[in-house]
């Protein structure tokens, strides 16, 4: 099984502050590699597809980067609506694990 | 524009089995292109994939080592929908199950249900 890891598990962050969040495979996954974001008693909803691929309708302050094994997250301006859960999910090989998270707090 | 609405009873009793069903529009269940998913999430546990069902001119059904020997997808095209059963259940197995759609390649969830919470407890 492909193992994926997430850092930090969680950050604090002000509005308008550039956010990078790290996912790493444990073998080389290509570009499989998907981002979702969480709010509470919300379903994930995709942002990034096929390591950065923005998605529809998502806005162009997300974007993700990567190749391999290592890869990133990053919310070049953070606005109100970004304070969230974030999860990588590879979709290389079954199982199709996601990583632990990494939760945005309001500094 | 792909839809999925799920439905099943929040509480099960412990050995008894989980049943869950999501009701696609939007596409098919048949369809050549899509897989159609059952993930869950816990504290404990976190997002845990299940499995899934998918038509690439036969059925193919791929399942988590974890329940492999406890789990079932089953597509019903008569219905255009699918549905899970997780047999032998225990109160690990409580948390929130979403099912989720993928289209084409690289097979990220694009579309969730809206989740279902099911606790398991006598």
């Known amino acids: 099984d492909i193992q994926m890891t997430q850092s930090p598990s969680s950050l604090s962050a002000s509005v308008g502050d550039r956010v990078t969040i790290t996912c790493r495979a444990s073998q080389s996954i290509s570009n499989y590699l998907n981002w979702y974001q969480q709010k509470p008693g919300k379903a994930p909803k995709l942002l990034i597809y096929?390591?950065?691929s923005l998605q529809s309708g998502v806005p162009s302050r997300f974007s993700g980067s990567g190749s391999g094994t290592d890869f990133t997250l990053t919310i070049s301006s953070l606005q109100p609506e970004d304070f969230a859960t974030y999860y990588c999910q590879q979709s290389y090989s079954t199982p199709l694990n996601f990583g632990g998270g990494t939760r945005v707090e309001i500094k | 524009q792909v839809q999925l609405q799920q439905s099943g009873p929040g509480l099960v009793k412990p050995s008894q089995t989980l049943s869950l069903t999501c009701v696609i529009s939007?596409?098919?269940?048949?369809?050549?292109?899509?897989?159609w998913n059952w993930i869950r999430q816990s504290p404990s546990r976190g997002l845990e994939w299940l499995g899934r069902t998918y038509y690439r001119s036969k059925w193919y059904n791929e399942y988590a080592v974890s329940v492999r020997s406890r789990i079932s997808i089953n597509p019903d095209t008569s219905k255009n929908q699918f549905s899970l059963q997780l047999d032998s259940v225990t109160p690990e197995d409580t948390a929130v199950y979403y099912c989720?759609?993928?289209?084409?390649?690289?097979?990220?969830?694009?579309?969730w249900g809206q989740g279902t919470m099911v606790t398991v407890s006598s």
């Open positions: 096929a390591a950065s």
């Open positions: 939007g596409d098919s269940v048949s369809s050549n292109s899509a897989a």
């Open positions: 989720a759609y993928a289209s084409g390649s690289p097979g990220a969830f694009n579309i």
